[in-house]
């Protein structure tokens, strides 16, 4: 039972085009959400985050942006830059002692063309 | 500041035996959680630890075992090999409760 899903395994943008990841979650005891960017060999590096209380979150390049009622997040990123080629981890937890944990999406691997 | 380390980074078994790793979470960080990576499976939760105290773990089975010292230092133990332990086993801490977490670069297992 997968409950974070990135739907698609990879995406490719053109350099200076809009980079959107997308994420959709199907337990509604999340209530806090992360992105995450890895490379290969590393640990996950922490992007941006959002709180249910919010519907959107700047820093940056990068924006997230969560719809709690279809249960969807996305993340932009604009410009795109070829350094932002990684895998994309989106993460979510819930509040709540047993539900203090992150439980990740499988990853979309952002292929970012000069 | 220093960020999250593990030790050791890479590690090869065999069947049978039994591995420990560590993990020094960052300066002031008060919860290690622990994740192991697989291809097929994804990044998978093990246990979070807080104040020396296991507050949750995950779907794993009792061969996977963890503890955390006064100073928030965490190993992980992983008993009785098997071949499908082979993965990346990933650190992370946080400051306290549902704070941002912050990932180590990894041990990597193989397990022959």
């Known amino acids: 039972d997968q409950q974070v899903k990135q739907n698609s395994p990879s995406l490719s943008v053109q350099e200076g085009r809009i980079s959107i990841l997308n994420c959709d979650y199907t337990n509604s005891m999340f209530d806090y959400f992360l992105w995450y960017k890895k490379y290969p060999a590393e640990g996950p590096t922490f992007l941006i985050s959002i709180s249910s209380i919010k519907d959107k979150n700047e820093d940056g390049r990068f924006t997230v942006f969560l719809n709690k009622s279809a249960k969807h997040l996305s993340l932009h990123i604009v410009p795109s830059q070829p350094g932002d080629s990684a895998v994309y981890f989106c993460?979510?937890?819930?509040?709540?002692?047993?539900?203090?944990?992150?439980?990740f999406g499988k990853g979309t691997l952002l292929t970012v063309n000069p | 500041k220093a960020g999250v380390t593990q030790t050791p980074r890479y590690l090869i078994k065999t069947r049978g035996q039994q591995v420990t790793l560590s993990c020094s979470p960052i300066s002031g960080h008060r919860s290690v959680s622990w994740y192991q990576q697989t291809p097929g499976q994804g990044l998978q939760f093990l246990f979070e630890y807080f104040s020396e105290t296991q507050r949750n773990k995950g779907n794993f089975p009792g061969r996977f075992s963890g503890r955390q010292f006064s100073n928030s230092r965490s190993e992980m133990n992983v008993s009785t090999l098997e071949l499908g332990d082979s993965a990346l086993y990933l650190c992370a801490s946080a400051r306290g409760y549902q704070e941002t977490q912050y990932f180590g670069p990894g041990t990597r297992l193989l397990v022959l």
């Open positions: 993460a979510a937890s819930g509040s709540g002692g047993s539900n203090y944990k992150l439980t």
